[in-house]
T-cell receptor
Framework: AQSVTQLDSQVPVFEEAPVELRCNYSSSVSVYLFWYVQYPNQGLQLLLKYLSGSTLVKSINGFEAEFNKSQTSFHLRKPSVHISDTAEYFCAVSYMFSGGYNKLIFGAGTRLAVHP | NAGVMQNPRHLVRRRGQEARLRCSPMKGHSHVYWYRQLPEEGLKFMVYLQKENIIDESGMPKERFSAEFPKEGPSILRIQQVVRGDSAAYFC??????????????FGPGTRLLVL
């Protein structure tokens, strides 16, 4: 069965410091990988996704993630965080069922707290 | 183009009452997914619907929970005879098509259900 593990439940970091949020998945089939961000009392917003091609994908606000097939990882990084990056980050795996549709399997989330 | 709409945003029910959660997908989207987020956990898939059809309800509890997506109107997630363990955030997502797992799901702001 597919599963997603986010190794850190909370990550405190100072403003302008680099950060890495770790994500590992288990799957025996090809998957598509997503990072979503959830600000307090809001829904999830897509941050970035890996479907195919280049293993390094980037978002418009400075985040990037690298798909590593051999390590089954999709870690999220940002070289310099801002206070406004404080949120919960969810890694998710999408895989296709025989009926041609996909389901998202989510990790438990990592709460990023950026301090001044 | 309005995003995914959910209402109510907050819902308080006493044990034994019914909870009815509504989701209007993005314009042009005919695929709806419901997820549940328990406190301190990631989102868990509940059900996937297309217009007038339930495609996959493998994540739905066998009793008291039902979902529909009629030809006209929003998708409804209905919980009968609520219990305290039903307290959670319920998120709806939509996509224009399953697209073999590559399609991004767009999430609504969620309904936070509290059962007293």
């Amino acid at each position: 069965a597919q599963s997603v593990t986010q190794l850190d439940s909370q990550v405190p970091v100072f403003e302008e410091a680099p950060v890495e949020l770790r994500c590992n998945y288990s799957s025996s089939v090809s998957v598509y990988l997503f990072w979503y961000v959830q600000y307090p009392n809001q829904g999830l917003q897509l941050l970035l996704k890996y479907l195919s091609g280049s293993t390094l994908v980037k978002s418009i606000n400075g985040f990037e993630a690298e798909f590593n097939k051999s390590q089954t990882s999709f870690h999220l990084r940002k070289p310099s965080v801002h206070i406004s990056d404080t949120a919960e980050y969810f890694c998710a795996v999408s895989y296709m069922f025989s009926g041609g549709y996909n389901k998202l399997i989510f990790g438990a989330g990592t709460r990023l707290a950026v301090h001044p | 183009n309005a995003g995914v709409m959910q209402n109510p945003r907050h819902l308080v029910r006493r044990r034994g009452q019914e909870a009815r959660l509504r989701c209007s997908p993005m314009k042009g989207h005919s695929h709806v997914y419901w997820y549940r987020q328990l406190p301190e956990e990631g989102l868990k898939f509940m059900v996937y619907l297309q217009k007038e059809n339930i495609i996959d309800e493998s994540g739905m509890p066998k009793e008291r929970f039902s979902a529909e997506f009629p030809k006209e109107g929003p998708s409804i997630l209905r919980i009968q005879q609520v219990v305290r363990g039903d307290s959670a955030a319920y998120f709806c997502a939509s996509s224009p098509s399953p697209a073999g797992g590559q399609e991004t799901q767009y999430f609504g702001p969620g309904t936070r259900l509290l059962v007293l």
